[in-house]
């Protein structure tokens, strides 16, 4: 795998780290702007504020493209929002040493498995609805990804270090997880995703996003049932009306099976690819957790 770095960073020890993984190919600025044909790697000490233009512009490049930047320690700056201009806070906070990486992103379990040891000094504080991949010892995110929009490319910030060689990392799940990491998202969830969540889709976004939810934690297909699922524990009220042109809408782009209606089900690895390319599979998860609770406290 080949990754693009910007010019000025060439000669930091991380970037001797990043070139024992990936080839690493040099740019300036000027260049990352005109194409971003690479996804780039960016060593958080160039967040300041005097750059801070400089780094606006490189990641706005990234979104404009389909590409993706990864962002990893050591920072120069906490507050990560300003250089992202997310429209939510993302910024760091320091606490003690922590090795414990647990991936809540489905795709990277699968691939790494459930928990990986990996040392971080920061834990990222963040008010994104979804979008969380890997958290630590103590549930708080340690690696995050935002999208602008479902066809903009990708930041992922990271408080883990990736590019650091530490006693309380293992070495084997470092270079795994950074080279999963750059190789975010697959064509196959990016083109499935658009698909699914597109400007002409004739449902809301945020509503198709709650059913998404719904279905996965409940494996359900009744309207009525999955209606009540997001009022009760996702408080969003739907209408009949509009979970049944959800679900046609889900029919008609491959996440339920077409069939009669006895025969209906869910295509549970489209679900899964759509979940992981939104940023969901964790809340996913988790409400199929309390939905159990739910149904075993009440019997």
């Not at 806070?89 to 990996?118: C, F, H, W």
């Not at 549970?268 to 940023?279: F, N, P």
Request: proline share 3%; hydrophobic share 40%.
């Amino acid at each position: 795998m080949k990754v693009q770095i910007w010019k000025e960073q060439a000669d930091l020890f991380e970037i001797n780290v990043l070139a024992q993984t990936v080839e690493v190919s040099t740019a300036t600025i000027s260049d990352i702007v005109a194409d971003v044909e690479l996804p780039v790697v960016l060593i958080g000490r160039a967040l300041n504020t005097d750059r801070l233009v400089d780094i606006r512009s490189i990641i706005n490049a990234v979104f404009r493209s389909s590409r993706t930047i990864l962002i990893v320690p050591p920072y120069g700056d906490l507050e990560i929002t300003r250089y992202i201009d997310a429209p939510l806070g993302i910024r760091l906070q320091r606490r003690s040493p922590d090795s414990l990486v647990n991936l809540v992103n489905e795709t990277l379990r699968n691939e790494l498995g459930k928990t990986l040891t990996i040392r971080s000094d920061h834990a990222i504080e963040t008010s994104l609805g979804a979008g969380i991949l890997a958290t630590d010892g103590s549930g708080k995110p340690v690696a995050v990804r935002y999208q602008p929009s479902n066809t903009s490319g990708i930041a992922l910030i990271c408080s883990i270090q990736l590019l650091s060689y530490t006693a309380l990392s293992s070495e084997e799940d470092r270079q795994a997880l950074l080279y999963s990491l750059l190789s975010w998202p697959t064509e196959k969830n990016q083109s499935v995703t658009e698909t699914i969540v597109s400007a002409d889709a004739q449902v809301d976004s945020g509503h198709l996003a709650t059913i998404l939810i719904a279905l996965y934690a409940s494996r359900s297909l009744d309207p009525k049932y999955l209606r009540d699922i997001t009022e009760t524990f996702l408080q969003l009220s739907l209408d009949l009306p509009e979970v049944k042109r959800v679900l046609a809408h889900l029919m008609e782009e491959g996440v339920i099976a077409k069939g009669s209606a006895e025969n209906l089900h869910l295509q549970d690895d489209v679900l899964k690819s759509v979940l992981d390319s939104l940023g969901l599979h964790a809340y996913a998860r988790e409400l199929q957790e309390i939905i159990q609770e739910y149904k075993e406290v009440r019997a």
